[in-house]
């Protein structure tokens, strides 16, 4: 795991707070979808699996996760995907 106790909290705070504007403004449904993917990520914190990929199981790159902390994906495989 690379992110470290302190920053997960620091991503987990961030990600609630996200999730209340969110939750608060939501109409449209990517809205709704980003609620979902942040949900998911909160419970990937609560898990211990947060920062690793949900397709490959490898890091996640920090630089990735600092501007999209809600990702599932690592770059490798987002990219494979699209
Ligand atoms: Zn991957």
Redesign the pocket.
């Known amino acids: 795991m690379m992110v470290t106790q302190r920053n997960l909290g620091r991503i987990e705070t961030g990600l609630l707070e996200r999730r209340a504007f969110l939750a608060s403004h939501a109409a449209s449904d990517s809205d709704r979808a980003a609620i979902g993917r942040i949900d998911a990520a909160l419970t990937r914190i609560r898990r211990g699996t947060y920062g690793c990929?949900a397709?490959?199981g490898?890091p996640i790159e920090e630089l990735r996760l600092r501007k999209l902390p809600e990702t599932p994906?690592?770059l490798?495989?987002t990219l494979g995907r699209s």
């Open positions: 990929c397709q490959c490898g994906l690592c490798t495989c």
